[in-house]
Nanobody
Framework: QVQLVESGGGSVQAGGSLRLSCTVSGYSGRIYSMAWFRQAPGKEREGVAGIYAGTGKTYYADSVKGRFTTSQDNAQNTLYLQMNSLKPEDTAMYYC?????????????????????WGQGTQVTVSS
């Protein structure tokens, strides 16, 4: 059974930093891409950052460009999200997502349906 487990969330003051981790286990196939999404109370889930597993090419939402960096450690099957210069509006539950190479879901990169595996989330709270 495929599992994505996030960690590293917490509370931080504005301007601070956090690093989230997402470890993938139980999957023997090829992962095509992985991403971070977030969802604040009363708001829709939105894509934040992602990476194509094969090439390492990354993509970011405009709201986090220059502040967040995503990276992968293939040997550890782990995805990271380094978040710097955090703002109160970054407060949300952060989710890790993965798209397997054989999945034929949505073709829209930031659509939740693009990914077929999800973690349970880790909370990030930024105070002003």
């Amino acid at each position: 059974q495929v599992q994505l487990v996030e960690s590293g969330g917490g509370s931080v003051q504005a301007g601070g930093s956090l690093r989230l981790s997402c470890t993938v286990s139980g999957y023997s196939g090829r992962i095509y891409s992985m991403a971070w999404f977030r969802q604040a109370p009363g708001k829709e889930r939105e894509g934040v950052a992602g990476i194509y597993a094969g090439t390492g090419k990354t993509y970011y939402a405009d709201s986090v460009k220059g502040r967040f960096t995503t990276s992968q450690d293939n040997a550890q099957n782990t995805l990271y999200l380094q978040m710097n210069s955090l703002k109160p509006e970054d407060t949300a539950m952060y989710y890790c997502a993965a798209r397997s190479a054989c999945y034929s879901g949505s073709s829209i990169l930031w659509a939740p349906g693009y990914y077929n595996y999800w973690g349970q989330g880790t909370q990030v709270t930024v105070s002003s």
